[in-house]
């Protein structure tokens, strides 16, 4: 491939997260007004609260740390997302592979953990504290899908499952084949997103928001631009092993809005789980299923 | 147009036309996307989850609350405040990050409503820090609320909603009336007039008796630098 | 008669224990032992052609026992371990000179018998590594079990105890393996490689059960497999700081070594693979496999609960040890690359981390994780290895430990071992969420009053760490730097050879490219340097300007969370921390005592009158049949 051209990948692929990203905010935030009877958002909400943070005249900071804490929440994204091939677009997925990926995944929430330690505020270090609890408990069952997928495919590289899974149409796409494994995805993917009821390490009544306590201005405006990339990156993970990726962007982006669209819809309507209670459901029904369908496909 | 005053006159802009067009979007942004941190000492708290919910929803207007001042745009203050939580409320106004605003809710932010005669109740509010809106009212329904809110938005996006700067240029005499109220060994671990230089709003009304007052006894809490030390001498044991 | 290479470097190692022996009161003895590691350090990278697939270097040094040819030789395997052994000698000899060595003495320690016990243990392992027979391999490795011995008892008190109990265990391991020794000559009628290669193709099933057992079991204590891993985390924690990021990052991977040796290279992974267990499905291999993951498991989980910053560390020493050899008993060439790595990332990045933390006790005088705090900002550069050092610990991009970690999980997920996999991952995240308790305890939330003075530490410490943390970075970067050697020790013991490139590896099912991977990540960091910066300028704020509910801090009240760190975590799975191992020891030790006072009883009661009884019944019982 032209390095040009690869270098205008890199630079395209962060850009059109950040973008569905933001969108994908707005959808949540607008199924979670529909849920409780309003009216929502606007259109741009989510850029206007990015603007408006960034443009903050006081911006509070303790020290180094808490700043570079952030820089590496998204950089880390950015970073993430050339690997997470998009249609017509496979970046340098195909030297990374799903292993890395999810590895870089986490480097966001150890920078946002950094950044957090240092504000010496104990309600955001409780905040991490059960982030990195939640973190135990729902990458245990999705560690365990991915297993199962990349085993069935025969390879870690998301290009190529992608392309297994366009190349029988409907019937060779990961979730009709590996329905269990789905299942389980699904709900370990919901837990990783942090809303409700598995929100415990923001729970606002109870830890001040936790991470986000001491985050103002463009602190804050960092963390609601790694929500973007969150969101993004996990539902378009989830279609690219599931529902055989994207063969068009509508198709694409369809999948992924609608992916989304599910935990959004659940989400709202539950109060918020105890920690060890989120860790006994995850660790129970999700790792059953996942293991009953890692069995299936062995 | 009866009145020659009615009559509108087109300024020249000045300046980078880019500048203003960015000028003109961040103001604009920061009208339409306001975090609200409600400090709820009294009554009027009341009136406010209606507001938020389903009936008038807030959130359509891109106003959402938040939980800690770092994060909030806005600080509510829904009904008296007595002296102890005067305390509270300056803390957490001082350490709410600008371009701040305050809203006082009820009548008793105004002149201190059926606490008027309570030894205990700061009475008005816009003594002991600048208040940008009162909502008057014993309580004010939530469409009062919301019609302030966008009263407020307004001023936002015109700019005019400049009083957080007010803080800084007449710190003196805000502190001159917490310490009637508090004494005079009273301190913020906020250091204002450190910030005001920083924001470059050190102006004739910072400094003055109280401020001088305040020195006498302030230790101030200078941010811990990072720092290596190996430039210092070793310690002799 | 000409000296080889391998008789030089052993030459210089007994030189450099000479010279802290008698010297090594005098003035800068350190920096002088600290030099001579380097010369052989030197003379060791004169035999690189070893790491890079040369043939084997063998010492002209040999004689014969009893009708035994004893003799040492280096090869790839040997040159691999000595490399880590000499560099992580070298970093941890000159961390201890200068002010940690006056720190040291002034507080009582004897820093004479501290030098005079490095330089023993690494001449020892160097004698180990070079073994090239069983024999001379046992002779090494009784002299590394009684030269960790004198390093791990030098603090006296606490240390003596754990020491004791270290060479208790190490002492069971030597019979263990001598028993081992005495079949396997039993059955080959020698103790050469070569002959026992022939013998084990001809031997029976129990035979090589047994020979599994008696040196996995042997080995496996000193490499603290499950169940023996008692000792190690006191031991080494205990140890003089430098002591401890020596012995974490190579001591113990002796083991490894000796397992390598004897079950991988001389046994075969294929013969052990045919050791069915009856009436299940599983074989030794598979039961290698699940105490490495189970030694992964348990003592990573242990580790979150320790309030000790060395604790903790010694504790994941142990869990680390599991990855090397879930590694390598996966046996296809990802997986052995990926546990052989995992040896050398290990090393640098344990002792990295050792490094910091004695850097903190050096300045603060201590290392308990709730009495420390923001140190941040005032030891940043020691901040800073210890982060780079967890990043590693943790397995997560851009450093070392994510290579290693990533071959072996790939290796699990091509054999198509979901639960082994799941095991691993689960002790990396168990990873995370301790190496997370241990910096934010130490270096972030709120700075201590008494704290406020503390500097960063002297340069002849943080000299060595930043070496190491480049280290940890740069092969990160380029893994293909020491997969290079990686390969070469896999063929030498017989496991398939990995295909590598300068960043990572090539595999038709999902390669790795550090160099990509590392480079959009900075990237990544950049275009989010630019986002966060192009906003105002920040105003820093002191860590008392801090929301508490409108209530006002002071410096005299902790605003700091530090206690019982995963209290919800705990909620769930602290009733499972059962110490069922402890009370297995406990119930060892007690078998033992109480068969020893049924001996004494038996020996001091001289009762003519029942033995003659018994004798006679004997006697007639004999005659009647």
Redesign the interface.
């Known amino acids: 491939m032209a390095p040009l051209e690869l270098l205008l990948e ?1 630079t395209l692929m ?1 850009l059109v997260a950040f973008l569905v990203g933001m969108m994908m905010v707005l959808m949540m ?1 607008r199924i979670a ?1 529909r849920i ?7 259109l741009f ?1 989510p ?3 990015i ?15 808490h ?1 570079i804490g ?11 997302e ?2 997470l091939p998009v249609p017509g677009m496979n970046g ?1 997925a ?7 990926l999810l ?2 995944m ?2 966001p929430s ?1 920078g946002l ?2 950044g957090v ?7 955001g ?2 905040g ?3 982030a ?2 939640a ?2 408990a729902y ?2 069952p999705l ?2 899908v991915i ?2 997928v ?2 069935a495919a ?4 998301l290009v ?1 499952i992608i392309a297994q899974q366009q190349a029988g149409g409907f019937a060779t796409w990961g979730a009709v084949q590996m329905p269990l494994l789905a299942v389980a995805g699904l709900i370990a993917m919901h837990a990783s997103l942090g809303k409700q009821p598995f929100e ?1 390490y923001i729970a ?1 009544a109870e830890i ?2 936790g991470p ?7 602190h ?3 963390l609601f ?1 790694m929500q973007c990339f969150q969101l993004y990156t996990i539902s378009v993970l989830y279609v690219s092993l599931f529902l055989g990726g994207g063969s068009t962007w509508f198709d694409f982006l369809l999948k992924s809005f609608l992916v989304l669209a599910i935990p959004a819809s659940i989400a709202y309507l539950f109060p918020r789980y ?3 209670d989120l ?2 459901l995850m660790w129970k029904w999700p790792v059953m299923l996942g ?1 009953i369908g ?1 069995a299936f496909v ?1 | 147009m009866s009145s020659i005053n009615q009559i509108p006159v087109i300024e020249a802009k000045k300046g980078n036309p880019l500048a203003r067009v960015f000028d003109e979007l961040v103001r604009f942004c920061r009208s339409r996307s306001l975090f609200i941190l409600h400090y709820c000492t009294g009554c009027g708290a009341i009136e406010l989850p209606p507001a938020m919910t389903s009936r008038f929803d807030m959130e359509r207007l891109g106003i959402q609350p938040m939980v800690s001042p770092r994060q909030a745009d806005i600080l509510l203050i829904t009904g008296y405040v007595s002296i102890k939580t005067l305390k509270r409320v300056i803390l957490t106004y001082e350490q709410m990050g600008s371009p701040k605003y305050v809203i006082g809710i009820c009548s008793c932010t105004v002149n201190g409503g059926m606490y008027w005669q309570s030894y205990a109740t700061a009475k008005k509010l816009d003594e002991y820090m600048p208040v940008d809106l009162y909502i008057a009212g014993c309580m004010p329904r939530p469409e009062a609320v919301i019609a302030g809110l966008q009263q407020l938005m307004d001023s936002i996006h015109a700019g005019k909603a400049n009083s957080w700067e007010d803080y800084y240029r007449n710190y003196d005499y805000y502190l001159g009336n917490q310490q009637k109220l508090f004494g005079d060994n009273w301190q913020t671990p906020t250091d204002v007039i450190a910030e005001a230089k920083h924001y470059n709003l050190l102006s004739k009304g910072t400094l003055g008796v109280h401020t001088r007052l305040l020195e006498q006894h302030q230790q101030p809490l200078e941010a811990l630098e990072m720092r290596l030390g190996h430039n210092l001498k070793e310690p002799t044991e | 008669m000409t000296l080889t290479l391998l008789d030089e470097l052993l030459l210089f190692s007994g030189a450099t224990l000479l010279v802290a022996l008698f010297i090594g009161r005098g003035l800068a003895a350190g920096w002088m032992v600290t030099i001579l590691y380097g010369g052989q350090l030197l003379t060791l990278l004169k035999m690189a052609a070893l790491g890079y697939g040369g043939g084997i270097i063998a010492s002209s040094l040999s004689f014969t026992v009893m009708g035994q040819n004893l003799s040492w030789r280096f090869d790839a395997l040997s040159w691999f371990f000595a490399l880590i052994t000499l560099g992580s000698a070298l970093l941890s000899s000159w961390f201890a000179c200068g002010a940690w060595e006056r720190s040291y003495a002034k507080q009582g320690g004897n820093i004479w018998l501290f030098h005079l016990a490095m330089a023993l243990n690494v001449l020892s392992m160097l004698i180990l590594l070079a073994s090239g027979d069983l024999l001379s391999l046992f002779i090494g490795w009784e002299l590394v079990s009684w030269a960790g011995f004198l390093l791990m008892a030098l603090a006296g008190g606490v240390a003596t105890q754990a020491a004791m109990r270290y060479i208790t265990y190490a002492m069971a391991g030597g019979m263990a393996i001598f028993g081992g020794l005495a079949l396997v000559y039993s059955s080959s009628g020698s103790l050469q490689l070569d002959a026992v290669l022939i013998a084990v193709e001809s031997m029976s099933t129990t035979k090589l059960w047994l020979l599994v057992i008696l040196f996995g079991g042997g080995f496996g204590v000193k490499m603290g497999l499950l169940p023996f891993h008692l000792w190690q985390a006191p031991a080494y924690a205990e140890t003089p700081g430098p002591g401890s990021a020596f012995l974490g990052a190579i001591s113990s991977r002796m083991g490894l070594f000796a397992i390598l040796l004897v079950l991988v290279k001389l046994f075969g992974i294929v013969n052990i693979d045919s050791l069915k267990i009856p009436f299940t499905l599983i074989d030794a291999r598979d039961l290698l496999a699940w105490i490495a993951v189970f030694t992964i498991i348990f003592p990573t989980f242990t580790a979150m609960k320790q309030n000790d910053a060395r604790h903790l560390l010694a504790w994941h020493g142990i869990g680390q040890g599991g990855y090397m050899l879930l590694g390598v008993v996966v046996a296809d060439a990802m997986g052995g690359a990926g546990g052989l790595l995992h040896v050398f990332n290990h090393a640098t990045y344990q002792a990295a981390l050792f490094m910091a933390v004695t850097a903190v006790i050096h300045r603060t005088g201590t290392a308990d994780l709730n009495k420390l705090g923001g140190l941040v900002v005032r030891m940043p550069l020691s901040f800073m290895v210890l982060l780079i050092g967890i990043i590693g610990l943790a397995g997560l991009p851009p450093m070392n430990g994510f290579v290693s970690k990533w071959l072996v999980y790939r290796s699990l997920l091509n054999e198509g071992m979901p639960l082994l996999f799941l095991a691993a991952v689960i002790g990396t995240l168990g990873t995370i969420l301790s190496v997370y308790k241990l910096i934010h305890n130490i270096f972030l939330g709120q700075l201590r009053v008494e704290h406020e003075q503390v500097k960063e530490a002297p340069w002849s410490m943080m000299a060595p760490m930043l070496i190491l943390a480049a280290i940890i970075f740069i092969t990160g970067l380029f893994p293909g730097i020491p997969l290079a050697w990686v390969a070469s020790v896999q063929e030498v013991v017989g496991l398939p050879a990995t295909d590598y490139t300068l960043g990572g590896v090539e595999s038709v099912s999902g390669s790795l490219d550090m160099i990509w991977v590392i480079g959009v990540l900075f990237a990544g960091f950049g275009i989010g340097a630019v986002i966060f910066y192009s906003a105002g300028r920040s105003k820093r704020v002191h860590q008392l300007d801090n929301y508490a509910g409108g209530h006002f801090l002071s410096a005299d009240v902790r605003y700091q969370y530090s206690d019982n760190f995963y209290a919800g975590l705990m909620h769930l799975v602290g009733g499972w921390y059962r110490g069922s191992f402890l009370w297995l020891e406990k119930s060892v030790i007690s078998l033992i005592d109480f068969l020893s006072l049924v001996m004494q009883g038996l020996y001091r009661r001289a009762n003519a009158e029942f033995y003659l009884l018994s004798t006679a019944l004997f006697v007639m019982a004999w005659v009647v049949i």
């Open positions: 890199l962060p935030r007004a409780q009877r309003r009216v929502g958002p606007p909400q850029l206007y609260d603007v408006k943070l960034h443009s903050k005249q006081t911006q509070v900071s303790h020290g180094l740390i700043d952030i820089v590496m929440a998204m950089g880390g994204y950015i970073a993430a050339t690997l340098i195909e030297k990374g592979g799903i292993i890395t590895y870089l986490m480097i150890l953990a950094l330690g240092q504000c010496a505020n104990p309600n270090s409780i991490i504290a059960r990195l609890t973190m135990l990458d245990i560690v365990i297993f199962g990349a085993y025969g390879t870690t590289n190529d415990i606002p001040a928001t986000m306590v001491e985050m103002s201005g463009k804050l405006g960092g631009v105890r920690t060890e860790l006994r293991l890692v062995l």
